[in-house]
């Protein structure tokens, strides 16, 4: 699988199978993508490769002591969102789908952070989970 960001500079290809393909409802994912929900693709680290510069935003979430838990990698040119790795979980990339060159092949098989759904949003039946993307 090929991917990039809108302007070309920051490219990328993954290798192997996929972890999972989980669609992200939750508040961040929504503010990154400026959209309803991430459809993220959780891939090991070592199938993961990537050319160009991003920048990063070091993501705390909700923790009020600002430790970051999710670096969120993006194109520092166009704004495109690349990648997010959990500071806890380094084995594992998630990689935001909409990037991908062919998103023919995506399918999602979980849903995450169903709490902050917003209440328009009617997806396939799929499983849930309390796991965090
Ligand atoms: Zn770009
Ligand atoms: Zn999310």
Redesign the pocket.
């Known amino acids: 699988m090929t991917g990039q960001c809108l302007c070309g500079q920051v490219t990328y290809t993954i290798s192997g199978d996929l972890i999972r393909t989980a669609v ?1 409802h ?1 508040d ?2 929504q503010r990154q993508s400026g959209g309803a929900f ?1 459809v993220n693709l959780v891939t090991a680290a070592e199938n993961f490769a990537v050319e160009g510069t991003m920048k990063m935003y070091g993501d705390p979430g909700n923790d009020p002591s600002g430790t970051v838990h999710v670096e969120r990698h993006f194109c520092g040119d166009c704004g495109s969102p690349i990648i997010s790795i959990a500071t806890g979980r380094r084995e594992v990339v998630i990689v935001k789908s909409g990037t991908l060159n062919d998103k023919s092949i995506i399918s999602p098989d979980v849903e995450v ?1 169903c709490e902050k759904k917003q209440p328009w949003v009617i997806m396939p039946e799929m499983a849930v989970s309390k796991e965090r ?1």
Do not use: I, Q, R
Request: charged share 15%; aromatic share 14%; hydrophobic share 15%.
């Open positions: 992200c939750c961040h994912c991430s952070w993307e």
